[in-house]
């Protein structure tokens, strides 16, 4: 079975910096896209950001575009997401997810999921 751990959430003013991590184990790593999704309190699960499988490819959700940064390290079994420039709205639990295949993107299918870790934003 496939494990996500992710780390690196904290508290942090508007306009600072966090760099999330999320280590995966039990399968081929280099072979499936990646994905950030976050939550906030009352709202639906919404996709922030994925990565293909060589890391050639990435996408965002409009609202971080510009902000954040995936990237991905098949060596180390890790993707990262950079987040700059944070906002109060940016507020979430923030969840790595492993994609079935090779694809990537908001569309694509993400069986496996981190147990996600915190992400405070103060005005």
């Known amino acids: 079975q496939v494990q996500l751990v992710e780390s690196g959430g904290g508290l942090v003013q508007a306009g600072g910096s966090l760099r999330l991590s999320c280590v995966a184990s039990?399968?081929?790593?280099?072979?499936?896209?990646m994905g950030w999704f976050r939550q906030a309190p009352g709202k639906e699960s919404e996709f922030v950001a994925s990565v293909s499988w060589n890391g050639g490819g990435t996408t965002y959700t409009d609202s971080v575009k510009g902000r954040f940064t995936i990237s991905r390290d098949n060596a180390k079994n890790t993707v990262y997401l950079q987040m700059d420039n944070l906002k109060p709205e940016d507020t979430a639990v923030y969840y790595c997810?492993?994609?079935?295949?090779?694809?990537?993107?908001?569309?694509?299918?993400?069986?496996?999921w981190g147990q996600g870790t915190q992400v405070t934003v103060s005005s």
């Open positions: 997810a492993s994609s079935q295949s090779m694809y990537w993107g908001p569309a694509a299918k993400y069986d496996y």
């Open positions: 039990g399968r081929t790593f280099s072979n499936h896209g």
